[in-house]
């Protein structure tokens, strides 16, 4: 998944009270349904703890507001019409703390919940019509979910699932699909991470029947269909236009520039798109509105010209290119090695980097960087980051002209085995990170959080960190990080209170340099289960008993 490197239009969204005997933040761990529709409101199960007092809800984004019942029950979600498609995080908070950050998915199609007991054949839950996001659960170990669709000779459905990828559902589904006659015609488990995802033409007319059940994420001795409240999932299922991606993957800051839109059901046609005159950060996301799709399509913006690959570009007739440069290629063929030539001098140095997986390509990509003489100065698999994306940086050891080739580890090719490659200089910079994102002070005493410093390219200015966010009464010195010492890997904010001020609300960690181009990056924690890199911080100041 692609996360937005800046924060904006952040939203406190708050509901009605909710009381119940004890004392303590929410702790939530899932959401059921996961998203709704826009314009609707749904009926939102909680899976966890919501703790005492009165509840509140804060969204990343506007047009979500969450109603609490007056009895223990579901909490009622509604998203206005004008919402912004995609995901949006949810924190569940109270006077004592807040929860962890929770994902809703905002969609634009119709959408159903499923309804028990569907796990035979002869039970299964009809969709009457395309296109429809699917709720469902596989709600205990055992469980298997199916559905019916009636499609006409030729029809091309497609079977999105939304799980473990960006839901954080701890299942490892698999989805098929039937025939009239009860015969599995297709079947995925790993499409988008540990998602399924199928395209299948229908023989003839029918029936037919989508099958879905799951294994743990996290695999164990246990021989058996894996299933808990927490594996939830959206299942899209249309026959109507799906976008999978675009080519060119990326369009140049500021520029104007046809796409051609691929998936299934989709006119051959491109279309125009405008970028935004300035990029932020190193890459953004410009969102594709009005197709079906797991999550909207994205075209990357960035401050390079992007260009798609001219096949035969093989080892031995390498494409052309002029630096910077970011390509977008296809390992179409068995066998593919698509290869790039550039010229570079000696002491140069270049960054090189392949998005493939975290984009939903199914591609493991492997760079070679090769000399004019056909010497392999460099191999790159794995970044080492927890990503099967590659990258990295080489100092060009003579002037010449040099290659560099991507293919799969494992030679697998196909449409959908697309990638970003992108060739520049590398820019100096520094990102901000720490291992929490809610806080608890008591007011009457300090606080210290630690903040991890990564420096890149050489990244030598001095840093300027500090809160932002904090209510009166709670102070918290700014600290500097230098470019030499212990304070160049990580520092220490301390934050002290008058031993009166109540808070509970979003807080900002925020480093700027100190050099003649200014930079200001937002502190983020990792959260693996949802691959996100969260830069949502949170502070509960508790008052003096």
Known sequence: ?????????????????????????????????????????????IQGKLGGGTNHVWSSQ????????????????????????GVCWLRFYNDEGASGLRPFVIGTCAELTEVEPNDELTKAQALPSLPVVVNGQH??????????????RGEVLVASMLANRTLGSPQDAVLQIL??????????????????QLAFTAPADGVYTLRTWAFPAAPDSSIRLFGSPACVYRLLVTTGPFVDHVLPMAVQAGQSQQVRLQGWNLPAEPIEVTAPLSVHERRFEWILPGWNHRLPATVLVQPQPAIVEVEPNELAKPQVLALPTSVTGQIAQPRDVDTYQFTATKGQRLR??????????????????YDSAGKVLKEADDDGKQSADPDFEFTMPADGD????????????????????????????????????????????????????ARTS?????????????????SAEPVVSENKGDSAKSVKLKLKGDGQAAFTGPIQIVGQSSGSILREKWATMTRKEFSLESPYLWLTILPKK
């Open 1 to 45: 998944m692609i996360v937005r490197d800046c924060v904006c239009g952040l939203v406190l969204v708050v509901g009605l009270a909710q009381t119940v005997a004890w004392s303590a933040p929410p702790e939530i761990n899932s959401l059921f349904p996961a998203g709704a529709q826009r314009g609707t409101t749904t009926n939102v199960t």
């Open 62 to 85: 506007p047009g979500i507001s969450v109603t609490f019942p007056e009895k223990p029950g579901p909490v009622s979600i509604s998203v206005s019409a004008e919402a912004e498609p």
């Open 139 to 152: 709600g205990k170990n055992g469980d298997s979910d199916s559905y019916t669709v009636a499609l006409r």
């Open 179 to 196: 025939g009239p006659d009860g015969f599995v015609l297709e079947q995925n488990e790993d499409d988008q991470g540990f998602d399924p």
């Open 352 to 369: 090189f980097e392949v998005l493939a997986r975290d984009l939903g390509s199914p591609l493991d990509p492997v760079l070679r960087l």
């Open 402 to 453: 040099y290659r560099i080739a991507v293919t799969d580890r494992f030679l697998h090719h196909g449409n959908r085995f697309f990638y970003l490659l992108t060739i520049s200089p590398p820019q100096p910079d520094f990102t901000l990170s720490v291992a929490g994102d809610a806080f608890v002070l008591n007011a009457d005493k300090e606080l210290e959080i630690p903040v991890t410093i």
């Open 458 to 474: 050489g990244f030598a200015e001095e840093i300027r960190v500090q809160i932002q966010g904090l209510p009166a009464g709670v």
